[in-house]
């Protein structure tokens, strides 16, 4: 007895120890995700009323106008057409609907910054499409107007091609996890099909499709690649221009603040605006909404309107960014690209591995402890989606290069040695930006899959003598590999894909595919920068074909 006693006593101990590294862990992780929202408010705070001051008569009411004129029109535009793309695959029958439903989900692979690299190599002045058209006509260069696509509306174009798949993918699941009971209803009262669609239908989808133009309007204000190659100035290029152009770290850090607080507000808002709305479905039985057989000029409509966000957000610019890299000089299998393909994969992986592991112990921990800690561990874990990685990029450097100055100092007054830039400037320090900035994607793989655990395996698991480490190790773990792998692989494609914090943070000579196609396009030699954004392109794809096959599934 005493043996068995001792055994029981022993595995509570290292139950005990479990918990307390979880709670660790998770602890860690959210205070890591907190830091640099602190830190850009201290950095701002400390910045001086002179600085906030001249930002405000020069800059500032430019930044805000512009990013709200973008954030409106990307919002319309993701709205509209994944919303439209989403109802019609859905609840209609047309030639080729099958295909359309999962190509629609195919621009979501490109970043907009290839995007706009491509329609600028064919809509700019000396591009084919200008070219055409002057020939054709015999026009001179001032003799015709053509829209500019370095412009905010074209920005606002490029973004909604690559954006509008979060809306489509929510509203579609939204669509079809609806019951046809009230759709009928409607329907029996008189009103037509569009009127059933926007007085029912719409309504119930509503908090899936604000969570997909929310995700849009997010990705919006942190794009960097797009906005900066088009001249466009927002928050994200005036945090850029103010700690590298102009040397000004204080300026930068209000700048964050300005774009933080802005995020904050819109992820607030629509939490506000939503409510606690809830909708339940009539009846005790689930029936499919019916889907109309359309023809004629219907399914001809029906076809075009949902081909055309797939040909234009996909399929023309894959065929403009093969010919642009067939024409370039860019050797992908030379040293220099393998190195650049080399670093990406690096951070991506690391990267990608660190940020699931964090996952995994926030997810878990709030599992296993669930409560008020747990639960704001959770939550502010979840915050880095709403912060850009400009904005993460200047809090994490804020406090680090003041320890390592401080370091310094220390060792060359102390000892006289310098440490120099110990984590500023380091790959750890990236890797952590972009943990912080990925965690809500890897957290709500982890977490969808956890959901199908069942907590009588925990209690079995306990059962038999399994501390905690143990249940998760040898019964979660397992069970919980396809939403790992997923998770892995969203985050190693949003690393690959990052640009403001990678160009704000990366040591220095470490490249990555990303932004040598942005040095590239920069200096305007547009057919070597599709070389890296095919490759980044191509890596894109994975996540999708995917996210495609579970469409497919249903």
């Not at 970043?111 to 001179?140: E, K, M, N, S």
């Amino acid at each position: 007895m005493a043996q068995i006693e001792y055994s029981e006593n022993g595995s509570r101990n290292r139950g005990v120890r479990g918990t307390r590294l979880l709670a660790g862990i998770a602890y860690v992780v959210a205070a890591a995700c907190l830091l640099p929202m602190v830190a850009v408010v201290l950095a701002a705070l400390t910045g001086g009323t002179e600085t906030i001051s001249h930002l405000a008569e020069t800059v500032l009411p430019r930044y805000t106008m512009t990013t709200a004129i973008l954030v409106v029109l990307v919002a319309v535009g993701t709205f509209s057409i994944g919303t439209g793309a989403a109802w019609l695959v859905t609840m209609t029958r047309f030639p080729g609907v099958r295909l359309l439903e999962i190509a629609l989900v195919l621009p979501l692979a490109f970043p907009a910054y290839v995007l706009a690299y491509a329609y600028t190599f064919i809509l700019d002045h000396p591009g084919i499409v200008q070219a055409t058209l002057r020939d054709v006509t015999g026009w001179g260069p001032r003799d015709y107007w053509f829209p500019e696509i370095r412009s905010t509306e074209g920005a606002a174009v490029m973004l909604t091609l690559v954006l509008y798949p979060y809306v489509y993918l929510l509203a579609r699941a939204a669509f079809l996890q609806q019951s046809a009971t009230a759709f009928l209803a409607a329907r029996a009262l008189g009103n037509s099909p569009w009127l059933a669609f926007r007085r029912v239908s719409l309504p119930m989808a509503r908090p899936a499709i604000a969570g997909g133009v929310l995700l849009a309007i997010m990705e919006t204000i942190a794009d960097f690649g797009t906005v900066s190659y088009f001249g466009v100035q927002t928050f994200a290029t005036g945090i850029y221009t103010s700690w590298f152009s102009l040397g000004d770290r204080a300026g930068a850090a209000q700048l964050a603040l300005c774009l933080l607080t802005f995020a904050l507000v819109l992820a607030v808002a629509e939490r506000t605006r939503r409510g606690k709305a809830k909708y339940y479905q009539a009846g005790k039985q689930h029936a499919a909404l019916p889907a109309a057989q359309l023809t004629g000029w219907r399914a001809i409509g029906a076809f075009a309107l949902c081909v055309i966000p797939v040909f234009f957000g996909f399929l023309l610019p894959v065929v403009v960014l093969f010919e642009m890299g067939l024409k370039s000089e860019q050797n992908l299998l030379s040293p220099r690209y393998l190195g650049f393909i080399q670093n990406s994969l690096i951070l991506a992986g690391t990267a990608a591995v660190i940020t699931v592991i964090a996952a995994v112990s926030v997810g878990f921990f709030q599992r296993l402890r669930p409560g008020r800690p747990s639960t704001i561990a959770g939550y502010i874990a979840r915050l880095g989606y709403a912060v850009p990685g400009g904005v993460i990029a200047v809090g994490l450097l804020v406090p680090f290069a003041s320890f390592d100055n401080a370091l310094d100092a220390w060792m060359r007054a102390t000892f006289d040695v310098s440490t120099g830039l110990l984590v500023t400037g380091s790959i750890w320090l990236l890797v952590a930006a972009y943990m912080v900035r990925f965690l809500a994607a890897a957290l709500s793989a982890y977490e969808g899959g956890q959901s199908t655990v069942h907590a009588n395996m925990d209690a079995a698991a306990r059962s038999l003598g399994q501390t905690p480490l143990g249940t998760l190790r040898r019964v979660h773990l397992p069970i919980l590999t396809p939403s790992l792998l997923t998770a892995l692989l969203i985050v190693f494609v949003d690393v690959m894909k990052e640009l403001p914090a990678t160009l704000i943070m990366r040591p220095f000579n470490f490249d990555t595919l990303a932004v040598q196609a942005y040095r590239l396009a920069s200096d305007e030699r547009l057919e070597g920068a599709a070389v890296p954004s095919l490759v980044i392109l191509a890596v894109g794809l994975l996540p999708v074909i995917l996210i495609c096959r579970q469409v497919g599934r249903r």
